[in-house]
Nanobody
Framework: VQLQASGGGLVQAGGSLRLSCAAS????????MAWHRQAPGKQRELVAG???????NYADSVKGRFTISRDNAKKMVYLQMNSLRPEDTALYYC?????????????WGQGTLVTVSS
């Protein structure tokens, strides 16, 4: 099972980006999916999560600006990021809890870099 993240880039403060993450492999079911981020010199933190049923949760720092969504048929999770701030600059990782032929796994994507200039 693999996760492939994409959509990062350089954007000015106040701008928007949409991150995508695709799950692939012999997947029977995907439970929770999430986006995390790690800024230089800081620990990785949870940005947003979404259950298979669509319930969401967000870090306080992104509430009202970021929206997580998923497409279960396509095995995709998205993160729409609006009103970006320089402090949102980080490597963004997707993560999912997956039931595969190997059992339950929690793979991570390779990370996609988001840079917000002031």
């Amino acid at each position: 099972v693999q996760l492939q993240a994409s959509g990062g880039g350089l954007v000015q403060a106040g701008g928007s980006l949409r991150l995508s993450c695709a799950a692939s492999g012999n997947i029977f079911h995907i439970y929770d999916m999430a986006w995390h981020r790690q800024a230089p010199g800081k620990q990785r933190e949870l940005v947003a999560g979404i259950t298979n049923g669509g319930s969401t949760n967000y870090a306080d720092s992104v509430k009202g600006r970021f929206t997580i969504s998923r497409d279960n048929a396509k095995k995709m999770v998205y993160l729409q990021m609006n009103s970006l701030r320089p402090e949102d600059t980080a490597l963004y990782y997707c993560n999912a809890e997956v039931l595969s032929s190997l059992g339950v796994r929690s793979p991570w994507g390779q990370g996609t870099l988001v840079t917000v200039s002031s």
